[in-house]
């Protein structure tokens, strides 16, 4: 065999990880902010949930609400995300077009799914709790998943799922078009996250 072979890596799905800093004061709030929603509506809306509760969307009219907040403080990780990339954008249109939160209990978990008609999407760790279920996404090829040989080992190359440790204060942007789940919560206390997705103003 030459030893100039090499392996061309084609199209691959982004996943951007951050961790936000001053997570821990951002977190009380936004935990405070979340548990007051749920307090005045338990029930929220059925989504990809599986018995755990999705609420429904946050009021983004009001600039100076934690949410909104919580946008401008991780403004420079989705500018960073445009900026891999390498998409024309003007900062002022980038959009939030949808903002919720998640609470999973112990056994909750969330089917796969994508989010469509949007650039990108977002999940921000508020609570996670050690096996609270990690974020696992699979390859949105169809065809790769459907049809394939046996495999000897896992590889970068035959894996058509991967799952991502979260913590505390993690930050994941991805593709909209990826699809995605949540493991299920094996914790005795609440997997808690925010969540939102990116669109571009024509």
């Known amino acids: 065999m030459s030893t100039k072979n090499q392996i061309i890596k084609l199209f691959p799905q982004p996943v951007f990880k951050y961790q936000v800093d001053n997570y821990e004061r951002i977190n009380i709030e936004l935990l405070e902010y979340i548990y ?22 946050f009021d ?45 209990k112990k056994g909750n978990f969330n089917i796969e799914h994508t989010h469509s008609n949007n650039y990108l999407s977002a999940a921000y760790y508020v609570k996670a709790p050690q096996n609270c279920g990690k974020f696992k996404a699979s390859n949105p090829n ?39 789940s949540v493991e299920e919560n094996k914790s005795k206390e609440d997997r808690v996250i925010v969540s939102f997705n990116l669109d571009i103003l024509r």
């Open 36 to 57: 007051q929603i749920y307090k005045k509506d338990n029930i929220g809306v059925k989504k990809s949930n599986i018995n755990g509760w999705h609420s429904k969307s």
């Open 142 to 180: 169809i065809i790769s998943r459907n049809i394939y040989p046996k495999s000897i080992q896992s590889t970068e190359l035959n894996s058509n799922t991967a799952s991502i440790e979260i913590k505390d204060g993690d930050l994941i942007i991805f593709p909209a078009y990826l699809p995605h």
């Open 60 to 104: 983004l009219t009001d600039k100076d609400n934690i949410p909104n907040r919580f946008l401008n403080h991780i403004n420079d990780h989705i500018k960073d995300v445009f900026q891999n990339y390498g998409w024309v954008f003007d900062t002022s249109k980038i959009k939030c077009t949808s903002f919720w939160a998640i609470i999973n």
